[in-house]
């Protein structure tokens, strides 16, 4: 699986932005699809992954009510809306993936810089 991530940005605090990742392959549906991100100087932090099928989504508590992971199987994409915007959410945002068999992420893609201004 290759993965693509896009849409990253500068932003004011309180605004929105929708990040996208195109995945290559034909079993897309078979792979749990994450969000990660590494702010300056930081490990790089789970944020949010969504089941193959859709039903199930996890995020990390402090994007919580204010992040929605989706994914469309029929276009191989996976996306983040994110809403509220905070400084502290600056960060290169890279979209992940692994069979829902396994349970760590083995295909990364390339980031997406996401910057917010106080």
């Known amino acids: 699986v290759q993965l693509q991530a896009s849409g990253g940005g500068l932003v004011q605090a309180g605004g929105s932005l929708r990040l996208s990742c195109a995945a290559s392959?034909?079993?897309?549906?078979?792979?749990?699809l994450g969000w990660f991100r590494q702010a300056p100087g930081n490990e790089r932090e789970f944020v949010a992954e969504?089941?193959?099928?859709?039903?199930?989504?996890y995020y990390v508590d402090s994007v919580k009510g204010r992040f929605t992971i989706s994914r469309d199987n029929a276009k191989n994409m996976v996306y983040l809306q994110m809403n509220s915007l905070k400084p502290e959410d600056t960060a290169v945002y890279s979209c992940a993936a692994h069979l829902a068999s396994l349970s760590r992420y083995n295909y990364w893609g390339q980031g997406t810089l996401v910057t917010v201004s106080s």
């Open positions: 969504i089941s193959g099928s859709a039903d199930t989504t």
């Open positions: 392959g034909r079993t897309f549906s078979s792979y749990v």
